[in-house]
Structure formats: C-alpha cells, structure tokens
C-alpha cells in the first residue's frame, strides 16, 4: 500500500517541482506504509491472498483463549480406560485420511434431499487453529490446537463436543502463509495416541487420560530446524513401528521408532521437502512403506526401512499431497504448482521392482488439496474448480463447481463425494464421470477450511482454523428400514 501510494502520489504530481513531488509522495507512502500497521496477518487464502484484520479485533484464538481461562470453561471429563481400550482395539478412523489414507468413507448410504431432510447439527464449538484433522475411536474425537504458547493434543466427546482431556507441549509454530498452528493429525494404534507436532515434539500419549507415555524430539533425532511450513507429516504404524517424515538429508528422511519405548529402530533417505505423510499400501503383492518428496517416490520394506524403489521425479517445490494406489500396481504421483500428476505402473521381477510411466497430465493439478479415486476416475480441486480425470489416459472429464481449495471425502457406498469447501460449506456431489452433479449443500463452519472432514458412520466431523463441528447425515430409506428392523 505504501509503495502504491508513492507511485500515485508521483504520477498525480508530476508537474511540481522535483523537491515538492518527492516530499508529497513520501508522505503518502508513509501514510500506505502507516495505515498497514492498523492490520494483522491472519495467512493467506488458497489462491495466496492475505487475509488482514484490524490490530484491536480479537482473533478466534484470543476468543478461545478468553473463554478457557480458569473459571470460566468446565473442567475437562475423564473417560473409563476400559472403555477406550474397546475403541482403540478397532478405531473407525485411525488417523490422516483414514486407515488407508484414501480419504475413503465405507459407511452406510447416506440420502441425498437434503432440501427436505437437512445433516442435523449435534455441537458446534470453537478451537485453537491448526490444520489437523480427526482421529475417531467409539465416542472420542482427537485432534491438534494452538493455544497460545502452547502446542495441544486435545480429545473431545463426539456427541456433545465437550472436551475430556488436553495434553499441553510449550511450543508455538507459526507462517505467514498458514497461520499458527500444528499441520499433522493424530494417529490412533496399539493402543496409543502418536502426535506429530509443528516444532518437532513427537510424543506417544495414553489415549484415554493424554499422559505422556514417552517423547521424542524431531529436531534432535534428525538433526535438522523445523521446515518452514514446520513438521506436518502425520504418523503411520505398521507393525510395531511408528514411522514419520523429517525429511533431514542422508538417512534422517524417514525415522521409525518402537512403538512401545520410544527408541529408534531405523532410518532411511527420503527427499528432504515434502508436506506429505508416510503411506502404508500392498503393491503388486508386497506390503510397501511410500513416501513422496521433492526427490520423488521412493518405496521401503515397511519393516527394516531397506529401499525397494526410489522413482525419481524431483521437483523444486513442495509437495503436499498424498500419492494414490489404484488396483494392484499403479501410483499416481500429484504435483502441484502447474507441474500435473503422474501415473506409473509398478513391475516385480526376480525379487527387484520397476516403475515405467504411464502419463502425465496437467488436467490433474493439485495444489495441497488432495484427490480421492473411485472406479476409474479421480476427483478433486484443481485450481478451486473441482474435477474429473480418466484414471486410464489423464484425460479431463468435465471440471465445474467453484470450492476453493476444498478437501474432498469419498462416501463409497453412496457412491458421492463430500466436499469441505474453503468457505466452509459443505457440499454434496454424485461421483459420476459425466458430468458435475451437485446433491446439497450447506454452511457448516465459519472461516477458511483446508481440514481434511471425517465421516465415521452417520456422522460428519468438520474443524477449520477456528471451529469444529459434529454432525448427524440422514440415511437413505434402504439403511433407515434396517436400522428400524434392529432390535
């Protein structure tokens, strides 16, 4: 503002003398300069437009803040440890995008009048900012929150939203672009709660009381600061190993610690620029770790760490998006940036792995907005449009439906998409590859959403920077008579 207001003031003044244009020019520079300092920062929007508020205007995290000071919020509850134990031994939705990471909900139909039979709002509250999402076990929610100085794993009631514990780390993570806060989301296993913070804690919390059962430091173990978008990958635990991302150089890339102590089992080399999480998946017969970084795709026995594969498709930015396995031997490779998505199909021969490219589209262009697939087709928003790509060529289906940078959820069974629109809308398409069909829709959260939504069941589990919200989604009449028919 300052430097515009310059260059008018030059312009608007250009036939006084060279003394008084210059002085008065300044003066309006000082004046743009000056009026920002009114302003905050409060990140930027999916298409990198900063979102300001005035200085003196509380931010949803000072309201928060203000509510939960002693006295003034009702103590948390304390859940039956025996309870939980039930939950964790199968948890709905264990973690980031779920137990597979496909972003995949295998719930009941779900109807789609909406006009007629609205989701039924159960709680709405507000929370500290972040970017996690859920972890969902029987009646318990559990995410991440800024709290001022303090990084906060929280567990919450699912039907009320009440909280029943919080466990506070001093730590604070803070950019320009994002905004304050943790970026990965809890992952529920073995009967733990494993957290990702954004400075490099990475503790095992006991599930039911949020005690710390052992801790680790990112930093330390790897040997490297916390990246500018700070640590966001999110656990995954595949046998009795917890594996991260801290993307240090040499072998620090991705780190594997022993679920039940704490100490670290093995390393391996894994790029050293990536937003995105370690992925679990059984690959032309084979169990494989994956890990896409700025390096690539490179694919780990999940067990020792030893390199399987490393398919190299280096790119100089950062990629924040989780790789897709279609069928048995095809991954899709998402880069955002006008770079495309690529498909490669993975061989097995004589004990040994190859990869061979199948294409590269740029109609399948992804920012950090993550796509779901569903039979043939991959759908998801490409540059806030939403969009359907043929899975076979990565050519473009059709591309309607202005979301911002949304996340999408694969309602399989229904075969719908739901939508959690940067607008915090919440919308409701069919999967269909021949054209954009929008079922319903409605206004969910207030502020700007980039949380991956959780639907577990009937249920749909929403947060953004500043808001969670449960809701109850109606069921189509073929689930609603069976449930009826329940004793």
Not at 33 to 59: K, P, V
Not at 163 to 189: C, H, K, M, Y
Request: aromatic content about 8%; hydrophobic content about 40%; glycine content about 10%.
């Amino acid at each position: 503002m300052g430097m515009i207001a310059f260059a008018r003031g030059v312009l608007l003044l250009a036939r006084h003398r060279p003394a008084v244009r210059t002085s008065l020019a300044s003066l309006l520079a000082l004046a743009g300069f000056g009026f920002t300092i009114l302003l905050r920062n409060e990140g930027a929007t999916g298409d990198y437009w900063l979102s300001t508020h005035w200085r003196w205007s509380q931010s949803p995290e000072e309201l928060i803040l203000a509510a939960r000071k002693p006295g003034a919020a009702a103590k948390p509850d304390r859940v039956d440890s025996s309870k939980i134990g039930l939950a964790l031994a199968d948890p709905e939705w264990p973690g980031f995008r779920g137990a597979d990471r496909a972003a995949r909900s295998r719930g009941p139909q779900i109807a789609t009048d909406w006009s007629t039979r609205p989701p039924r709002q159960l709680w709405k509250i507000q929370v500290g900012p972040a970017w996690s999402s859920f972890a969902v076990a029987g009646n318990l929610l559990f995410t991440q929150e800024q709290r001022g100085p303090m990084e906060t794993v929280v567990c919450y009631d699912a039907d009320t939203g009440r909280e029943v514990w919080n466990r506070q780390i001093e730590n604070r993570f803070e950019d320009p672009l994002g905004g304050p806060g943790p970026r990965a989301t809890p992952t529920l296993a073995n009967g733990g709660l494993f957290v990702t913070g954004a400075t490099g804690t990475f503790p095992r919390l006991n599930p039911a009381t949020g005690d710390i059962v052992w801790q680790q430091d990112l930093k330390s173990v790897a040997g490297r600061k916390a990246p500018g978008w700070g640590f966001a990958a999110s656990p995954l635990i595949t046998g009795s190993d917890v594996i991260v991302y801290a993307g240090s150089s040499g072998d620090k890339g991705l780190l594997a610690f022993d679920v039940a102590s704490g100490r670290l089992r093995w390393s391996a080399a894994a790029g050293t620029d990536s937003y995105s999480s370690p992925q679990a998946n059984t690959i032309v017969g084979e169990d494989l770790l994956l890990m896409l970084s700025n390096e690539g795709l490179v694919f780990l026995d999940p067990v020792t760490g030893k390199e399987r594969l490393n398919y190299l498709w280096k790119f100089m930015n950062y990629r924040a998006l989780q790789q897709q396995v279609v069928g048995t031997d095809t991954v899709l490779l998402p880069t955002g940036m006008n770079t495309g998505t690529r498909a490669i199909r993975i061989t097995k021969a004589n004990g040994q792995l190859a990869a061979e490219e199948l294409w590269t589209s740029r109609n399948l262009n992804p920012d950090f907005t993550d796509f779901v697939s569903h039979r043939g087709y991959a759908f998801g928003v490409v540059g806030g449009v939403f969009t359907c790509v043929d899975l076979k060529t990565g050519e473009r289906k059709w591309r309607d439906g202005r979301y911002g940078k949304g996340q999408v959820l694969l309602l399989e069974n229904s075969g719908l998409l739901l939508v959690a629109a940067e607008q915090a809308e919440v919308v409701l398409l069919r999967a269909d590859p021949d054209k954009h069909t929008e079922v319903g829709s409605f206004k969910a959260l207030e502020g700007k959403t980039w949380n991956h939504p959780v639907v577990v069941g009937d249920r749909l589990y929403l947060r953004n920077s500043q808001d969670a919200a449960g809701y109850q989604l109606p069921l189509s009449e073929v689930n609603r008579k069976m449930e009826n028919k329940q004793p």
